[in-house]
Nanobody, 127 residues
Framework: QVQLVESGGGLVQAGASLRLSCAASGRPFSTYAAAWYRQAPGKERQFVAAISRGSTSTAYTYYADSVKGRFTISRDNDGNTVYLQMNSLKPEDTAVYYC?????????????????WGKGTLVTVSS
């Protein structure tokens, strides 16, 4: 069992940066794959980025095309935290951002079946 708590959301202008954090508690976090998803009002939950289980230095990362080159996912296993660095933010990035984790060995690029979710943090990007 793992509990996930997101933080770092807020209101920023287009072009700004934010860093989201996802603090995990429970069993050693290195055994979990993790991901960030987002959900805008009236839309389905959308994959943003994923990182494989394992060590911080060798983890694989995956990104949605819409954020590739602007967002970076990383993990700090010692600190039990996953980060999402978001640069060059656009108004269309406005959404509630959710952290997800699972013991899966495959990338968490589909929300179905993911075991653990945080409650989300709101990111609003004004034009």
């Amino acid at each position: 069992q793992v509990q996930l708590v997101e933080s770092g959301g807020g209101l920023v202008q287009a072009g700004a940066s934010l860093r989201l954090s996802c603090a995990a508690s429970g069993r050693p976090f290195s055994t979990y794959a993790a991901a960030w998803y987002r959900q805008a009002p009236g839309k389905e939950r959308q994959f943003v980025a994923a990182i494989s289980r394992g060590s911080t230095s060798t983890a694989y990362t995956y990104y949605a095309d819409s954020v590739k080159g602007r967002f970076t996912i990383s993990r700090d296993n010692d600190g039990n935290t996953v980060y999402l660095q978001m640069n060059s933010l656009k108004p269309e990035d406005t959404a509630v951002y959710y952290c997800a984790a699972d013991l899966s060995y495959t990338p968490l690029r589909v929300p179905d079946g993911i075991a653990y979710w945080g409650k989300g943090t709101l990111v609003t990007v004004s034009s």
